[in-house]
């Protein structure tokens, strides 16, 4: 797949309870805010597990990154769905005969609330 400058890619995921226990197990960030539901019964999603969803353009285009900043803006719940939008904003060859990619991202909930914004760079494998 070819990208190109000014093309936006979105996707979106549904964060369930057993995402954030299976993340807690893994990274061991075990807030009380990720181990105890609220009083609606959710849980907090850790904003690690949260950043993944940017990170999905990687696997899909083969993008190794070399540098990630995100903007956590507002919690994630359980059961919230999470729209992420990137924006590609560099796509070009380097002195190597390899691709570089600059990129923004906003995702926001199913509120359309943002809860996280940030860029990223990297190359394409």
């Given at each position: ?87 590609i904003e560099q796509f070009e060859p ?32």
């Open positions: 797949m070819k990208l190109q400058v000014g093309e936006k890619i979105t996707f979106e995921r549904t964060f369930t309870k057993e995402d954030v226990v299976l993340f807690t197990e893994v990274s061991k960030d075990e807030g009380v805010h990720h181990v105890t539901p609220d009083e609606q019964g959710r849980f907090v999603v850790q904003g690690l597990l949260t950043s993944t969803l940017p990170t999905k353009i990687g696997g899909d285009y083969n993008v190794l990154a070399r540098k990630m900043d995100f903007e956590f803006l507002r919690p994630v719940f359980s059961g919230d769905t999470i729209r992420c939008d990137v924006t380097d002195e190597k005969n390899r691709t570089k990619i600059i990129a923004m991202f906003s995702c926001r909930n199913q509120l359309e609330k943002e809860v996280m914004k940030g860029s990223f760079s990297g190359i394409i494998l």
